[in-house]
């Protein structure tokens, strides 16, 4: 089997930049990793880049299934509203969705994307990840606001987690999710726990203030939303606590949980969570945080914090893209403290360890097989806007 040698300006190998033009990448022809060796150890055949060499990006979060509302839904509206016309205005012709689907995928591909962490509300994307271009991990999410529909949600639910069980591809796991706190009743929640033990779950979590007042004390937009929907939430009780302490403890089970956004996460609610016996990946989508409330979630908060962070691109129907390229721009642009290495490091082994994927992505380890992407146009220090990504492997 052929050998293959990189020799970039920079390497990031999932832990740290490596600078210096002096270290080579050497990989079988299929992109197997075998070691990192010096330039004056690499020999003959070594082919040089200008940029730095990183393993493939993980998108910790994206609805495939949403691709063809793409422009559909204007920026800015407010997440009651966006989520309002999701629910009430997804259904296009099945061809449409399955082009789009189809259009999606080769767009992260083309993105650097080797793997990613789907919502799943249907078997929509099925027909597309049975060919194995991309690793997921599916996460079937669970909806259903009423405590009289929690059985028929479920079992609809459930219906779905046996189609995916039978996708026969390597690195494709499997997982139920909540949707988020504010749609699913306890009767679902105690339906669904028995399905995190011991894996990977996530939800979206604090997307919008009116979750906390939901919670705190059962005001807020969601009751119009409720209205709008023909939803009679009589039956809520408020906790009075945050909608993140209300919830976090039913997913205690699981190994790893994604709290997805966070866009309005305080300081209480992140210490909270690093006092519950469950490893919490907090992960960014900070493009869609700007289409949909125009909003940044807190990532100096949680750097402070050493918070586990990811990254993610959400759906088409709330960015202009699924780039994570495209995130850390974005990033970088608002928090420019946060170095390009630590951006990497987000981008790259904590996405694959967050989705249990990182036996195969993240890092340019012996025997695995991560993608080997070319990060152009940029500095070793800072993300420069015009930087551009392309796929060696």
């Known amino acids: 089997m052929g050998i293959m040698k990189f020799r970039p300006t920079a390497l990031f190998d999932g832990y740290q930049l490596l600078t210096g033009g002096d270290h080579v990448l050497v990989t079988d022809e299929n992109g197997t990793v075998k070691e990192i060796i010096t330039k004056v150890d690499a020999g003959e055949d070594v082919r040089e880049f200008e940029g730095i060499l990183s393993p493939g990006f993980i998108n910790a979060h994206c609805h495939l299934e949403l691709s063809h509302l793409k422009g559909f839904i204007p920026e800015h509206t407010g997440l009651v509203d966006f989520v309002f016309t999701v629910i009430t205005q997804r259904h296009f012709p099945d061809s449409e969705i399955a082009a789009a689907i189809t259009s999606a995928e080769n767009e992260m591909l083309a993105n650097g994307i080797v793997a990613v962490g789907d919502i799943c509300n249907n078997d929509s994307t099925l027909f597309q990840k049975q060919q194995g271009r991309m690793a997921y991990h599916n996460f079937i999410e669970v909806s259903g606001w ?3 529909v929690a059985g028929a949600r479920f079992e609809r639910s459930k219906g779905f987690y046996d189609a995916f069980s039978l996708l026969q591809i390597a690195n494709c796991p499997l997982s139920m999710a909540p949707h988020a706190p504010y749609s699913v009743s306890n009767d679902l929640w105690d339906m ?6 011991g894996k990977t779950t996530t939800i979206h979590n604090q997307e919008t203030v009116f979750e906390d007042e939901l919670f705190k004390r059962g005001t807020g937009d969601f009751l119009r939303m409720y209205q709008k929907m023909g939803l ?3 039956f809520f009780k408020p906790t009075g606590k ?3 302490q209300s919830y976090l403890p039913k997913v205690n089970v699981a190994k790893e949980v994604l709290l997805v956004h966070n866009t309005f996460t305080t300081e209480e609610d992140i210490l909270f969570t690093s006092q519950q016996p469950i490893n919490v990946n907090w992960c960014l989508c900070v493009n869609a945080n700007q289409y949909i409330e125009n909003a940044m979630p807190p990532i ?8 586990e962070i990811v990254l993610g691109t959400d759906s088409l129907a709330s960015n202009h893209s699924l780039s994570i390229l495209d995130e850390m721009k974005t990033i970088s642009k608002h928090f420019p403290e946060v170095s390009l290495t630590e951006m990497l490091q987000w981008a790259t082994l904590n996405g694959a360890q967050a989705l249990g994927m990182d036996n195969q992505f993240g890092s340019f380890e012996r025997g695995k097989r991560p ?4 990060i152009e146009e940029t500095n070793t220090n800072r993300l420069q806007p015009g930087a551009a990504v392309r796929r060696l492997v």
């Open 146 to 148: 009423l405590p009289e």
């Open 192 to 197: 669904i726990m028995p399905y995190f033990a």
């Open 232 to 234: 009679d939430h009589r």
């Open 242 to 244: 945050t909608s993140l």
């Open 300 to 307: 100096a908060m949680l750097r402070k914090h050493g918070c």
């Open 371 to 374: 993608g080997v992407l070319l």
